[in-house]
């Protein structure tokens, strides 16, 4: 697949098809974080990898989904991430992750849209319960938690027009449209 069709099609899906997705699959998304950049190659990122029904039940409910999207509770059951990842810094190797997960994230959400699944970036959960559903090793610490599944949605992006908002939002037809700033407004030399 061209790198930038990829980079167009890596969008933040939160309806999924409830597809199995196989631990290989998982392992093979963390091998695109193991292989991406890492500030002074402290390396401090470890990964759990959930893909059963039982486990993704206990991390769902801890998650908050789209919120610009107040009045939606996220997916509902039949539309529910298949997988998840849990992105932790060990604290035994670094005190503080810099930007490492969010490099480590955007490598794996690339490399699962070039398996032809979708993914959510997820850093709006309640920590505490997470931690009282699933077992973590003392020494990690929950930073980010992508949700993966095979894609139920279609995600339209528009160029913003002077004074328009970024928030994204669904159509009538419950269609997901995220605003995009134009390049020509990005730069500013």
């Known amino acids: 697949m061209d790198y930038f069709k990829l980079i167009e099609e890596t969008r933040s ?17 963390v091998d695109c974080a193991r292989l991406s950049p890492s500030g002074a190659n402290g390396q401090p990122l470890k990964f759990g990898l959930y893909n059963s ?28 991430p ?23 994230a955007q490598s794996m959400m690339l490399g699962a849209r070039a398996l032809g699944l979708g993914c959510c970036m997820i850093g709006a959960y309640d920590k505490g319960a997470l931690l009282e559903n699933i077992t973590l090793p003392e020494n990690l610490s929950p930073l980010l938690l992508l949700a993966l599944g095979e894609p139920g949605e279609e995600i339209g992006i528009e160029d913003m027009k002077e004074g328009d908002s970024t928030t994204y939002f669904r159509d009538e037809q419950d ?15």
């Open 82 to 104: 298949s997988a998840y990842i849990v992105i932790a810094l060990d604290k035994e190797i670094s005190k503080a992750p810099g930007i490492d997960h969010g490099i480590a």
């Open 13 to 29: 899906i939160r309806r999924f098809k409830e597809a199995p997705i196989s631990r290989e699959t998982l392992e093979k998304l």
């Open 175 to 189: 269609n997901h449209h995220v605003p995009k700033r134009t390049v020509k407004e990005l730069i500013w030399k």
């Open 53 to 80: 029904p039982d486990e993704c039940s206990r991390i769902f409910p801890v998650i908050k989904w789209a919120g610009a999207l107040p009045d939606w509770d996220g997916p509902e059951e039949g539309q529910r």
